[in-house]
């Protein structure tokens, strides 16, 4: 008889315990839901900004010589011709010093890096304009330029 | 004398106070440090002097303004990195697709040697290319 009684109860706890389990657990995984939910929007956005901070410094690094960084070109397409598809509007967001397509008739000089150095000079225009006052006009007065 | 870095704009400043007409740059800041690989502009400021003339003996002596040095610049690529081969791709039909850069100074001219030779050139210097050669 006892036995019996003791069963019937455990019986109801596990009734009741499921009921509860079955019941209760609506508004608790609800709310347990959404808080993940947040976090997961919260860390999306955080993210987000990660993501957006990285690409921003990644943009403005200038670029090294670091083999972790050597990038599979994705701007051209192979077709077979000699110089393949060209899309310099990708090689702009690649960023290195200059863009895809930078013109080296803009430039005048290049730094011979086998002798270390190289000579800058100008127009001494004080000089020149001093001589002209004088009446005594001198075009150039560079190195090496009579 | 100043020189200032295309891309980042950044400014150095390389001689100050000089009566000089010329400057050897060895690559380096005002404080002989290295400066990375990439475009530079120098250019150089003055102040624009009044100089005084005396003209004539007895007579007032005649200020005039001298011409500052602006409008005088240049630019400079310092390119201390070699070009890179990326990677030999095949293209089919017993072509292969070379592919090199030179992220600081663009490509000029590339060229393939072995059982079959093959050499491109360009004048826009870019920076990656894919040469397309035979595989020979």
Redesign the interface.
Known sequence: MMKGRVWSRSLAFMLLGSLMLGLAPAAVWAEAADRVGTALVEGGKALQVKVAAAVQDLKEEPWVDDPNKTETPQYYSFSGDQVLEERPDMGADRLGYASSYFSMNETSNIFPVAQKQMTLSWTDMLATWISEQEGTPKADRRPGIP | ?KLKE???KKEYTLLSDSHA???????TDGSNAPL????YY?T?E?DA?T?T?IVEEGKEPVP?T????NG?S????????AP?V??V?P???N?L?I?T?D????L?KVTTIGSAQGS?S???????????VPAG
């Open positions: 004398m295309v891309t980042t007409s010329s400057f050897v740059w060895k690559g990375p690989d990439g475009f120098w150089l003055a002097p100089i003339f005039k001298a011409p500052a040095y005088q240049q630019m400079v690529l310092l390119d201390r990195t890179e990326l990677g791709h293209l089919g039909n072509r697709a592919e850069r992220m600081v100074g663009g000029k491109e360009w004048t826009t210097s870019p920076i990656r290319t894919a040469v397309a």
